[in-house]
Nanobody
Framework: HVQLVESGGASVQPGGSLTLSCSVS???????????IAWFRQAQGREREGVAA????????YYADSVKGRFIITRDKTKDLVYLQMNGLQPEDTGMYYC???????????????????WGQGTQVTVS
């Protein structure tokens, strides 16, 4: 049974930094790139969008254009944690941030919501 628990959300001023954590349990980690953990976010009144993803082998990472160069996704294999380090935060980064896990599948697309089977409850990030 896969469980994801996010933490680290807060209110910050523009230009500030935050690091979100996703505690992952029961997930079938593997050393292939056929499964992934991702961060999505949803601003009020908008669709949930992919922010960043790390494939299970921990080699490949992907980012939305809007966060490239500012956000970094990493995985701590020893603690089953996935982090999202966010720098240079702007008001448009405000939203609920969700951790999501995809089980192995062919053709996995990192930013496609439908490819993710498990979701956390979210953690709120407010930049103002």
């Amino acid at each position: 049974h896969v469980q994801l628990v996010e933490s680290g959300g807060a209110s910050v001023q523009p230009g500030g930094s935050l690091t979100l954590s996703c505690s992952v349990s029961g997930y079938p980690w593997s050393d292939t790139n056929s499964n992934a953990i991702a961060w999505f976010r949803q601003a009020q009144g908008r669709e949930r969008e992919g922010v960043a993803a790390i494939y299970s082998a921990g080699v490949a990472t992907y980012y939305a254009d809007s966060v490239k160069g500012r956000f970094i996704i990493t995985r701590d294999k020893t603690k089953d944690l996935v982090y999202l380090q966010m720098n240079g935060l702007q008001p448009e980064d405000t939203g609920m941030y969700y951790c999501a896990a995809a089980t192995p599948r062919a053709g996995l697309r990192w930013d496609r919501r439908e490819d993710y089977d498990y979701w956390g409850q979210g953690t709120q990030v407010t930049v103002s």
